[in-house]
């Protein structure tokens, strides 16, 4: 079960990262102009959801590495809100 739960939950969190940090240079890199992008999001919560479920109900060793690292690369999971509200406060303040 556990390792259902972080495959489901790391292509997530892989395609999160995908859509948030790759596939805008990779568009552009294959000619894309800026007005024909479009910004698409994902599944939010769900990847890092899974990812967590599938820690707490045991993995060991690499699994364990590799979840928290999908955990940490998922930019739909709350941690990444966390950090992108904090951002905006601290540009919101620059003069």
Not at 33 to 60: K, N, Q, T, W
Request: glycine share 8%; with cysteine; hydrophobic share 55%.
């Amino acid at each position: 079960m556990s390792l259902a739960l972080l495959v489901l939950g790391g292509l997530i969190c892989l395609l999160n990262f995908y859509l948030s940090f790759l596939r805008y240079p990779i568009l552009c890199a294959r000619g894309v102009s800026r007005d024909e992008y479009r910004h698409v999001s994902c599944i939010p919560l769900f990847g890092s959801l899974a990812v967590l479920i599938a820690l707490s109900l045991g993995l060991d060793g690499a699994l364990r590495m590799a979840a928290w690292t999908l955990f940490v690369l998922d930019t739909g999971g709350p941690h990444w809100f966390v950090a992108s509200l904090v951002f905006q406060s601290l540009r919101a303040r620059d003069p």
